[in-house]
């Protein structure tokens, strides 16, 4: 089965990188540096962000259905980057890590989820959309239990 990927479209937040710092703060989110390799995940472009690389992080609302598995989390997004959307392929950022793998229906309920390695999301996916009342799948960082990705059937 042929499953959608995507990253967070970089448009809503570009404006975010012309505020200052106490602009940013009255928005909940603050500009950050990454000291680490593999620390600090896009959620644009769903690549990690190299050590000097600047970032904002801040609360986004992934989960915005009118049910109770409404949600939001913090989330780290790069300037300049590029909406990763891609039909069945599985970014390194995602595959270097646990996840959590969340099926929803289309109110926005949880049908199914797992954890799985990101070396084996492809089958993960597969079973879930075998429920055909998941609309969609939210993929999570497993261990902060951050919001990464959203998955679709392609």
């Known amino acids: 089965m042929s499953f959608r990927l995507r990253g967070l479209p970089a448009e809503p937040f570009a404006e975010l990188f012309t505020l200052s710092d106490e602009a940013l703060a009255a928005r909940r989110a603050t500009r950050v540096v990454a000291d680490r390799e593999h620390g600090y995940p896009c959620r644009i472009s769903l690549t990690d962000a190299e050590p000097g690389q600047s970032l904002i992080l801040l609360n986004y609302e992934h989960q915005p259905a009118d049910s109770p598995f409404r949600a939001s989390q913090a989330i780290y997004i790069r300037e300049g980057e590029r909406q990763y959307d ?69």
């Open 86 to 154: 891609e039909i069945d392929a599985v970014p390194d950022q995602l595959r270097r890590r646990l996840l959590s793998v969340r099926g929803f229906d289309h109110r926005g309920m949880l049908r199914d989820a797992d954890v799985a390695q990101g070396t084996a999301l492809e089958p993960l996916i597969e079973r879930l959309f075998e429920d055909n009342a998941i609309a969609y799948l939210h993929i999570h960082m497993a261990r902060p239990g951050c919001y990464a990705a959203r998955v679709d059937r392609a």
